[in-house]
């Protein structure tokens, strides 16, 4: 109730809202000078407002007033009791920061022990656990079975105990703590924790299961070859009791192979994988070991073996998802070859099962690509017509091979239609990008630029865009379409108001009539935002389009990018399909396509020759900009490496030791993804959507693509890509990179 009439007393003399302005501007000291002068002339006021806790937050961002920022949530603990555990929380992070793991490990204890929000307890468990790593007082876990956990927590919390343990010297109960841990789950970070001690403890564990443990361990966090050697020894030790544990030998021997495969080691890996073919009485595991064994085949050069193991696969169970994946692998291998009959035989077949269309459709594609780019245009067609009859292939990708065999056949007109579909589709896919500058090419350019200048005397707004699009800025007659454009778009009720949308200013926040009844309530009230929380989207609405702008914006001040993307993005779900991206607003667009580490990423790209957008679009793609992420596949950081690709890198580099918590580092995987995308742009000639798909894939997966083709051009790469997954991937990061270059690069962004 003071509270309440204290606000209500004060009114518009509320100085939260410019306090948040300046933060949102980055004027942190600024905002400090208010904050102090505020706690100064209404001190009473000013603490229930949580301006201590403001106080210190602002502090740590001055590093002339770092050290002072400790008073201030030090009070703020007394002054603003909701914020507590909060204050807490920061004071612990600084003590460990400068070498005060017990103190540290003390307040955390504390913060676990006080009931602490949801959200704040994952990072204070990890917090915790890096202060009993560091020498923090054993003594907190002893109370951790009184705090409520979910498993994550709770098997970090059960790794500290371990160092406890060991640094008492009850090697026993650490062992056998290390064994539950792998017993329980082997593919979270805190197993490859537990297995990383478990082998210094035990190098050679007497039991067999937990050599398999251990290797299934490492071989879920990609470190293969280790995954390997307690494989082995699981595999070939005499007392393999590890049967009896609920472990399947069959998947423990398929991951053995797969060690091999992912090692590059393909004649070792496929003789493994016919062994389990042989072994093996289920028949879909059967395509299963003979899918994989052909794939090593084909990635190790031997085409014919490959031909025959995924004829076989087939052959093993002709209703698993393998068979038609072997097909169409099959196909590609004997048309590269010219053993036409043969491909064509195995198309028929991938046409007889209604289940194998999808699969088909690839085929069909494949096949046409292949006749077009080599000039032969006669049986194109009807493979085109084949793979535009079903629906898992794009549109996009059917429209522009569509052009590509007008262009072949001498039907200008129909070609410029077809590109014309696809850049009306997605400008800023790589085959829209392709359909662009073929449009420029003299045999299509004067028949484009004739229907160019008709559709900018149209009324439509879409003809008037594409009119735009192919004459320019640089013609009298495409700035006019730009304008009548805009004008259409400014008086439609369905596209105006995006067209127009503007941030919404603090004042104007639904946050001041609401009562903060959580911490994360009264920090949005400061400008703080740790998370994106339920009292982010309680007031600043994402329905409400300047709301959202200054969530994202908010969100993106905080420090938190990936929340302030995830935002954008919802956004741009709602925008109408007329309102073409060029004409949003640029503060929304850069939102949309952020920059939050540009010195690093410049530097870096700057020191290893490769382009900065495609650094950042690699980054926007892989991690949406969290320092945090941890890939199902135990990839880290911002630029997602594996352990073993980063020490690879590491070594070559000439650096010191990398552990698994330097990839979250954004200085080191910026300076990983830089040096990497040099290595693949050397190894590929440059060639942008090689080095994509090899980041994502890998390099002889990449090579085997590239293997398929019968040109260099990037748009019979593009088609010819094996996995869905890539082609996805491959079409985000050429994307992105696009868009980075017009937001950032252009001298002037449509307005």
């Known amino acids: 109730m003071i509270l309440a009439l ?12 410019e306090l948040i302005e300046l933060q949102l501007e980055g004027r942190h000291e600024a905002a400090l000078v208010e904050v102090e002068r505020a706690l100064a002339n209404d001190p009473q006021a000013a603490r229930q407002w949580g301006f201590e806790y403001l106080q210190g937050h602002l502090m740590e961002h001055l590093p002339n007033r770092q ?3 400790s008073h201030a949530f030090n009070a703020a603990m007394t002054s603003v009791p909701m914020l507590a555990n909060r204050s807490r929380y920061r004071l612990a992070s600084q003590a460990l920061t400068s070498g005060h793991p017990q103190v540290a490990a003390a307040l955390l204890g504390t913060v676990m022990a006080s009931d602490p929000s949801p959200s704040l307890i994952p990072k204070t468990v990890q917090l915790l656990t890096l202060a009993v790593q560091q020498g923090g007082y054993c003594q907190v876990l002893s109370e951790s079975k009184t705090w409520s956990l979910k498993s994550p927590q709770r098997r970090q919390l059960q790794l500290a105990q371990v160092d406890c343990d060991l640094a008492a010297s009850e090697l026993e109960s650490a062992v056998a703590r ?17 297995a990383g001690r478990l082998i210094r403890l035990t190098p050679k564990p007497a039991l067999a299961d937990v050599s398999v443990l251990l290797g299934l361990a490492y071989f879920h966090h990609r470190q293969f070859r280790l995954a390997a050697t307690y494989l082995d020894r699981g595999l070939e030790a005499e007392n393999a009791t590890w049967s009896r544990r609920d472990i399947d030998r069959s998947d423990v021997l ?17 003789h493994r994988f016919a062994a389990i073919a042989n072994q093996e009485s289920k028949a879909e595991r059967v395509a299963r070991a003979l899918y994989q064994q052909a794939r090593s085949l084909e990635l190790e050069g031997d085409w014919d073996g490959a031909t025959q193991a995924y004829r076989r696969a087939v052959g093993a169970h002709r209703t698993s998802n393998w068979a038609p994946a072997a097909l169409l692998a099959a196909l590609r291998i004997d048309w590269r070859q010219d053993r036409e009959e043969s491909a064509l035989e195995l198309f028929d077949q991938l046409r007889s099962r209604r289940s194998w269309h999808s699969m088909a459709e690839r085929a069909a594609l494949f096949l046409a690509v292949s006749d077009i780019v080599r000039g032969r245009p006669q049986r194109a067609e009807g493979w085109l017509q084949a793979a535009a009859r079903g629906r898992r292939t794009p549109g996009l990708e059917i429209a522009y091979w569509q052009g590509r065999l007008a262009e072949l056949q001498g039907r200008a ?32 350019a004067r028949v484009a630029q004739a229907d160019a200048e008709r559709r900018a005397s149209s009324q439509r707004s879409q003809d008037l865009y594409i009119a735009w699009l192919l004459l320019g800025d640089s013609r009298e007659s495409g700035q006019q379409a730009r304008a009548r454009l805009r004008s259409r778009l400014v008086s439609s009720s369905r596209t105006r108001p995006f067209l ?18 959580r911490p994360e309530d009264r920090l949005l009230t400061l400008g703080i935002a740790e ?42 779900k709602r925008l109408p399909d007329a309102l073409p991206q060029q004409f949003l607003p640029p503060v929304y667009r850069r939102f949309l396509y952020p920059r939050p580490f540009h010195d690093l990423v410049e530097r870096e790209a700057t020191r290893f020759a490769v382009d900065p957008n495609l650094l950042t679009a690699i980054i926007r793609e892989e991690s949406r900009f969290d320092t945090d992420a941890l890939s199902a596949a135990s990839a880290r950081g911002l630029t997602q490496f594996v352990l073993p690709t980063a020490e690879r890198l590491v070594e070559k580099m000439g650096w010191r030791e990398i552990e698994p918590l330097d990839l979250h580092r954004p200085e080191i995987s910026i300076s990983l993804g830089a040096a990497y995308l040099a290595e693949l742009a050397e190894g590929f000639d440059g060639r942008p959507e090689v080095v994509i798909t090899a980041y994502n894939a890998g390099e002889d997966q990449a090579r085997l693509w590239l293997s398929y083709c019968f040109s260099r051009e990037p748009e019979e790469y593009f088609s010819k890509v094996g996995f869905s997954q890539t082609r996805a991937y491959l079409r985000k990061v050429a994307s992105s990179r696009a868009q980075y270059r017009e937001i950032y690069d252009s001298a002037e962004i449509t307005q």
């Open 6 to 17: 204290t606000l209500l007393a004060l009114g518009a003399n509320d100085p939260r809202p």
């Open 67 to 69: 050290d002072d920022s």
């Open 178 to 194: 290390l064994e539950e841990l792998l017993r329980e789950n082997q593919e979270d970070d805190t197993a490859i924790g537990a």
């Open 254 to 270: 398929y991951a053995r192979a797969r060690c091999d495969f992912w090692l590059g080691e393909y004649t070792p890996a496929a």
């Open 413 to 444: 007109p129909d070609a410029v239609n077809s590109y014309i579909t696809v850049m009306l589709e997605d400008f800023y896919h790589p085959l829209a990008s392709a359909a662009y500058t073929r449009l420029q090419q003299p045999a299509l």
């Open 500 to 517: 127009e949308m503007q941030i919404a200013v603090p004042a104007d926040w639904g946050l001041w009539h609401l009562r903060p009844t």
């Open 531 to 572: 998370e994106m929380s339920p009292a982010v989207r309680k007031a600043l609405p994402l329905g409400d389009l300047s709301s959202a702008l200054a969530a994202s914006q908010l969100l993106s001040a905080s420090d938190l990018p990936r929340p302030s993307l995830y935002v954008a993005e919802i956004v741009s």
